[in-house]
């Protein structure tokens, strides 16, 4: 069954520090996958997307990396800022499902001045 | 652009009650979608659209309808509210371009929260 898992849950850090989140995936076969952000009350934004070749992807204080053969990604959050306080969506797209997506729980990041 | 819009923002509803959720697009995508979202689940695909005039079930699809008659606007309906389809509402849509990267992105509304009592 395709599933998308990520940890820690829930994550409190200090403003300025940094931080990194974790997502495995079973999906297949593999075609993408992304990181969203979605503040409190409102829709998902994607922040970065990355393909089976690619291992490494950056968007500002954002980097994503990718293990296509652990089935792994990360997110490091460099230097946290107040507005960093969200919940953090790993995606994981199928190839030749239409472009339908699968959904991590999310973990959800508050950032502490 | 707006981007993706949703109607209304907040809903109450009655057992029973029937109603429709708008969503509305104005980047000319081809596929739309609706999930809802619960606490501690992840994002969950209700239907789908490939294009105008057709829709497609997806993981929790029971309870609801869709309709796609035009191409920016895709509509959810509950014929007959349950408590447990109480959750929040995300619209989103996609364009279609194969062979580029960013394909598969999906841009999201705002959600609606339904409450049903």
């Known amino acids: 069954k395709n599933q998308v898992e990520q940890s820690p849950q829930s994550l409190i850090i200090l403003e300025g520090k940094n931080c990194t989140l974790q997502c495995n995936y079973t999906v297949s076969p593999f075609s993408n996958l992304r990181w969203y952000k979605q503040d409190t009350g409102r829709g998902p934004v994607s922040l970065t997307i990355m393909t089976f070749s690619e291992n490494t992807k950056s968007n500002g204080r954002y980097t994503a990396t990718l293990d296509a053969d652990t089935k792994q990604s990360s997110l490091h959050i460099t230097a946290s800022q107040l507005s960093d306080s969200a919940s953090y969506i790993c995606?994981?797209?199928?190839?030749?499902?239409?472009?339908?997506?699968?959904f991590g729980k999310g973990t959800k990041l508050s950032v502490k001045p | 652009n707006a981007g993706v819009t949703q109607t209304p923002k907040f809903r109450v509803l009655k057992t029973g009650q029937s109603m429709t959720l708008l969503c509305a697009q104005d980047m000319n995508h081809e596929y739309m979608y609706w999930y809802r979202q619960d606490p501690g689940m992840g994002l969950r695909l209700i239907h789908y659209?490939?294009?105008?005039?057709?829709?497609a079930k997806g993981e929790v699809p029971d309870g609801y309808n869709v309709s796609r008659l035009k191409k920016q606007n895709f509509l959810l309906g509950l014929e007959s509210a349950a408590p447990s389809q109480t959750s929040v509402y995300f619209c989103?849509?996609?364009?279609?371009?194969?062979?580029?990267?960013?394909?598969?992105?999906?841009?999201f509304g705002p959600g609606t929260r339904l409450t049903v009592l």
């Open positions: 995606v994981v797209s199928a190839r030749g499902s239409q472009g339908n997506l699968i």
């Open positions: 989103a849509s996609r364009p279609n371009r194969p062979g580029t990267s960013s394909r598969d992105t999906q841009y």
């Open positions: 659209s490939v294009g105008e005039g057709t829709t």
